[in-house]
């Protein structure tokens, strides 16, 4: 009887095995550029959002010290933002960032004032946490006034590289950044 000939038999195999090893491997280089590309972002966002709070921090100093922010204030906030991104991004699309800048004062000690919540750009950044949840960060000054507490959000859309192989929407990238205020 004559032996088998394995040779035969294994005819094709390499060809499965590399078909899944190669989709195996482009999905790895999908997820990686993916998440090359959100933690550029991230990066220049949380760049941008902690300089655009320090600017609200010290409106005292640039805004003849108004303590109420204003619809005017957030407008050129918005603008020094798009152009910082425009000049970070290579391709910056307007439609696709959004800011948010909030701001929470005091009367006086304990007693809040009205959040000023203010949103512009073409998407609408969702934070997970008020900004009144935060007001445990909050001090009293040595003259004891309550201090009141600012933060900036930035969220940009990016691609979607990852999500569109698995059918999930991974796109919304966010940063935001708190301060106390003068």
């Known amino acids: 009887m004559n032996a088998p000939n394995l040779k035969s038999k294994q005819r094709g195999t390499f060809s499965i095995e590399f078909a899944i090893v190669g989709v195996f491997f482009s999905l790895l280089l999908a997820f990686s550029g993916d998440v090359i590309i959100k933690l550029s972002v991230k990066g220049k966002l949380d760049r941008l959002s902690y300089s655009l709070v320090n600017i609200v921090k010290e409106r005292t100093q640039l805004y003849d010290a108004d303590y109420?922010?204003?619809?005017?204030?957030?407008?050129?906030?918005?603008?020094?933002?798009k152009r910082s991104l425009q000049r970070t991004f290579g391709a910056f699309e307007t439609d696709k960032y959004g800011l948010l800048v909030e701001e929470l004062s005091f009367k006086e000690v304990g007693k809040p004032n009205p959040v000023i919540a203010e949103n512009r750009g073409g998407v609408t950044c969702e934070v997970a946490q008020s900004i009144t949840d935060l007001e445990h960060l909050t001090v009293v000054s040595n003259r004891?006034?309550?201090?009141?507490?600012?933060?900036?959000?930035m969220c940009y859309e990016t691609s979607n590289w990852i999500g569109d192989l698995l059918g999930k929407k991974f796109t919304n990238v966010m940063s935001d950044s708190v301060v106390i205020g003068r």
């Open 144 to 153: 004891g006034r309550e201090m009141p507490l600012y933060r900036v959000t």
């Open 68 to 81: 109420q922010l204003t619809a005017k204030e957030v407008n050129d906030l918005d603008t020094l933002a």
